[in-house]
């Protein structure tokens, strides 16, 4: 199997079962019904793409047949009705081939679909004998010779064959070359596209990017299939993935440009972010910690800590230093948030439940980590 046609194959298969799970575990059904359909987009656009090739070339074909008065070099003959005995058939027109003048020679010869003839004549032209997928009989080659071997095989034969066109032993002819690239590459962006409908359908909240969101599906999809990862151990792995993004934020303030808007916009992310993490861990702690989850949420806990001064400080770095454009008001109150924050313990919530579990737990679940899906749509803490 191919690389391209491997692609085309598991990325589908992948982001339909993908979507499956998605429609039975998130609220909603529009993304991850995208998510499916961009999957079956995938599996059927390289063969599509062939398949387009072939009857553009048939239709290029008949047009130029349409305006030419003269015969085409290539010609197709297709028998009305099918042969009922292919090797004996093919036998038969050896036969009558080699009983008759005009013509070199006749072998068998193997072909990607069956057994045909080659008859040479002139020297080196030579014409075909085949039988199509439907059984009937069609002989191809340059126009002229063919059309006498043709003859001969109505002559000899209870057979009569027909012009066409269009040659049912062409085949579709895969995507080559330099179009092969370009065409992986669509793939890889449509699966991608697919990835980030259900990443995105399945946390809608704007204070992370698709790519971020994808780790929370992918941490919810652990704890659905792996035995040995509860709920608690989901809450805490998100919480250790918000505190890390959040740690970035201190970085990306240092970067940003001077405007007090993208600044301020940075502040109530991390704001977001933080509310995020404290609301996982107290999700977390609401459970029977065992001694190594407790310790994993504490060392999480700290980090936030750490994560929220840090911004706290780089906000202040801007405000200080910057020559910033606009009012500050909004800034300083996101900085004097984070500030805060940093000196209040996790354990004290600030709201009733994160926005990033999806669902609450399972009564009486045994190894905790079942959850039932929010009731509705308004039940989706992100919508």
């Known amino acids: 199997m191919n690389k391209l046609r491997g692609l085309s194959l ?14 039975l575990r998130y609220p909603g059904w529009v993304p991850f019904a995208v ?43 297709v028998s009305d009705a099918p042969v009922e005995d292919p090797a004996a058939e093919l036998s038969a027109i050896a036969e009558a081939v ?97 990835a980030g409908a259900i990443a995105n359908g399945a946390y809608p909240a704007d204070a992370y990017t698709s790519g971020e969101k994808a780790v929370f599906v992918v ?22 993935f918000v505190v890390s993004s959040l740690e970035e934020e201190a970085v990306e303030v240092a970067w940003e440009s001077n405007s007090t808007d993208l600044l301020a916009e940075h502040g109530q992310q991390s704001l977001r972010m933080s509310e995020d993490a404290r609301a996982l861990l107290a999700d977390a702690r609401d459970d029977s910690l065992s001694a190594a989850q407790a310790e994993r949420a504490d060392r999480i806990e700290a980090d936030l800590h750490e994560a929220e001064a840090a911004i706290a400080a780089a906000l202040t770095r801007r405000i200080e230093r910057s020559p910033l454009e606009g009012e500050t008001t909004e800034l300083r109150h996101a900085r004097d948030a984070l500030r805060a924050a940093a000196d209040r313990p996790a354990r004290v919530r600030t709201r009733d439940r994160s926005s990033i579990r999806v669902g609450v737990p399972v009564t009486g679940s045994p190894d905790g980590k079942g959850y039932h899906p929010a009731p509705s749509r308004h039940g989706h803490p992100w919508r």
């Open 10 to 23: 598991g990325g589908p298969v992948l982001l339909l079962v993908a979507s499956a799970w998605a429609l």
């Open 35 to 77: 998510a499916a359909t961009l999957g079956l987009v995938v599996a059927g656009l390289p063969r599509g793409i062939a398949s387009g090739k072939l009857w553009l070339r048939r239709l290029w074909r008949r047009l130029s047949d349409v305006r030419s008065d003269e015969p085409l070099r290539d010609a197709t003959f």
């Open 98 to 194: 080699r009983g008759a003048d005009g013509f070199d020679g006749v072998r068998r010869e193997a072909f990607d679909d069956g057994e045909g003839l080659v008859v040479t004549h002139a020297g080196f032209h030579s014409s075909f004998v085949r039988l199509t997928g439907r059984g009937h009989l069609a002989v191809t080659g340059a126009s002229k010779r063919t059309r006498r071997l043709v003859d001969l095989i109505e002559a000899a034969r209870p057979h009569s064959l027909s012009d066409r066109t269009n040659n049912p032993l062409r085949r579709p002819d895969r995507v080559r070359g330099a179009p092969r690239v370009f065409l992986a590459v669509l793939l890889v962006a449509l699966l991608l596209v697919g």
């Open 219 to 240: 941490i919810d999809a652990r704890a659905d299939v792996h035995p040995g990862v509860s709920g608690t151990d989901a809450a805490l792995s998100k919480a250790e």
